[in-house]
């Protein structure tokens, strides 16, 4: 079994910048891809962003694209969502996940094994 908890959320001004952080514990995860994802208030639980388990290869929604960039620390289990240029839009429960194998080409809810509670990020206009 994998826990995941997110830490880092919190309320931030329009264009203001957060640093979310996942933290792993239960079983090492560096041979796991990581993801990002976010549910906004009404509305389904959407992909932000992923890695691969060594760090070299990632992938993010167009809406983040540029704002956004995910890394990982593996020798301190843990995985990070650097979010700059924050929009209202942003405003959502932030989740990490792992499919639980070093790369998915669908980074979808049914895919993702283990998941965190989430972290609720706030982006006043």
């Known amino acids: 079994q994998v826990q995941l908890v997110e830490s880092g959320g919190g309320l931030v001004q329009a264009g203001g910048s957060l640093r979310l952080s996942c933290a792993a514990s239960g079983r090492p995860v560096s041979n796991y891809a990581m993801g990002w994802f976010r549910q906004a208030p009404g509305k389904e639980r959407e992909f932000v962003a992923a890695?691969?388990?060594?760090?070299?290869?990632?992938h993010y929604a167009n809406s983040v694209k540029g704002r956004f960039t995910i890394s990982r620390d593996n020798a301190k289990n843990t995985v990070y969502l650097q979010m700059n240029s924050l929009k209202p839009e942003d405003t959502a429960v932030y989740y990490c996940?792992?499919?639980?194998?070093?790369?998915?080409?669908?980074?979808?809810?049914?895919?993702?094994?283990?998941w965190g509670k989430g972290t609720l990020v706030t982006v006043s206009s």
């Open positions: 890695i691969n388990w060594g760090g070299g290869t990632t």
């Open positions: 996940a792992t499919p639980g194998t070093a790369w998915v080409y669908s980074w979808t809810d049914r895919v993702m094994a283990y």
